[in-house]
């Protein structure tokens, strides 16, 4: 009884010592790992996703509407100013001729 009970005690605290170890040990590190390797996978893909969806339509936009606004104001006010500018000079030609 004695050596069973030494056995058993010796061997079932060695098995939970042993597994509480491997346990905490493994699941601390897959813990650790996992959620590192999520954390920093999952943070710098929404980091460079959103970053990259926020500068590409960000600059897009803005690089759309400003040129499209410069283009509109710039091309419309030359058109106007030299078509006016034209036809005035043209109209004052023709009448001084």
Same mark, same amino acid.
């Given at each position: 009884?004695?050596?069973?009970?030494?056995?058993?005690?010796?061997?079932?605290?060695?098995? !939970?010592?042993?597994? %509480?170890?491997?346990? !905490? !040990?493994?699941?601390?590190?897959? /813990?650790?790992?996992?959620?590192? @390797?999520?954390?920093?996978?999952?943070?710098?893909?929404?980091?460079?996703?959103?970053?990259?969806?926020?500068?590409?339509?960000?600059? %897009?936009?803005? /690089?759309?509407?400003?040129?499209? @606004?410069?283009?509109?104001?710039?091309? %419309? @006010?030359?058109?106007?100013?030299?078509? %006016? @500018?034209?036809?005035?000079?043209?109209?004052?030609?023709?009448? !001084?001729?």
């Amino acid at each position: 009884m004695t050596d069973q009970l030494d056995y058993t005690m010796t061997d079932q605290l060695d098995y !939970t010592m042993s597994d %509480q170890l491997d346990y !905490t !040990t493994r699941d601390q590190l897959d /813990y650790t790992t996992r959620d590192q @390797l999520d954390y920093t996978t999952r943070d710098q893909l929404n980091y460079t996703t959103r970053d990259q969806l926020s500068y590409a339509t960000r600059d %897009q936009l803005d /690089y759309t509407t400003r040129d499209q @606004l410069d283009y509109t104001t710039r091309d %419309q @006010l030359n058109y106007t100013t030299r078509d %006016q @500018l034209d036809n005035a000079t043209r109209d004052q030609l023709e009448y !001084t001729t």
